[in-house]
């Protein structure tokens, strides 16, 4: 089955506890992207990843780190977590066609609270 | 330029009547615009995509009217049913230039039986 998995699904942890939130899809696709959401500001991009070893900034970047070091994983880094990164996190994959992305698919998400 | 702006923030709406959710871009250089339905606990899912060349986009229950004048666009969700009941975001995307996927705020859809 196509799919986006992302591990842990729900993480409670303390502030400055450095934690990891996998992501790995099995659609060969190039793109991968981490969003989270919050009530009332829907999904905000954290990071992308138009293929292995290239990464960029989206637009909520600071506190978090990636890394693309094989075409399926994408995992998300929080170095030093603080109480405002409680959120819920999406990773998402999509393919590309002559040079365009595709639809992206979701994974379940993963819950995170940091106290 | 990157906004998308998406209203209403929440809806309730009666089985068999119609869900009317509207957005409105900046960026121009957008080329596609989808809709993603979200149930609870769930990632989201596209539902519907539309061109900016066409002004309209029907599949089954669901309709994006796309106006490229006012820059705007909207999601009809004829005879709405329970099931319907989802959060829904627009989105506007340039998928051939900026990578990034560019999100309204979403919508709270609850159909009553």
């Known amino acids: 089955e196509a799919q986006v998995t992302q591990n842990p699904r729900y993480l409670i942890t303390v502030t400055g506890k450095k934690l990891t939130v996998t992501c790995s899809q099995n659609m060969n696709h190039e793109y991968m992207s981490w969003y989270r959401q919050d009530p009332g500001l829907g999904l905000r991009q954290i990071y992308y990843?138009?293929?292995?070893?290239?990464?960029d900034k989206g637009d909520v970047p600071e506190g978090y780190k990636v890394s693309r070091k094989e075409k399926r994983n994408f995992p998300l880094i929080l170095e030093s977590p603080s109480p405002n990164q409680t959120s819920l996190y999406f990773c998402a994959s999509s393919s590309r066609t002559s040079g365009r992305r595709n639809e992206q698919f979701f994974g379940p998400g993963t819950r995170l609270t940091v106290l | 330029q990157q906004q998308v702006k998406q209203s209403p923030q929440s809806l309730i709406v009666q089985k068999g009547g119609i869900s009317i959710i509207n957005c409105a871009y900046e960026n121009t250089a957008f080329d596609y615009f989808p809709w993603y339905q979200q149930f609870p606990g769930k990632g989201p899912a596209l539902l519907i995509a539309?061109?900016?060349?066409?002004s309209e986009k029907k599949e089954g229950r669901f309709t994006i009217s796309f106006n490229k004048s006012a820059k705007q666009f909207s999601l009809h969700i004829m005879d709405s049913q329970p099931g319907d009941s989802a959060t829904y975001f627009c989105?506007?995307?340039?998928?051939?230039?900026?990578?990034?996927?560019?999100f309204g705020k979403g919508t709270k859809l609850t159909v009553n039986p």
């Open positions: 989105a506007g995307d340039n998928q051939g230039g900026s990578e990034k996927l560019v």
């Open positions: 539309i061109r900016p060349d066409v």
């Open positions: 990843s138009m293929n292995v070893e290239v990464t």
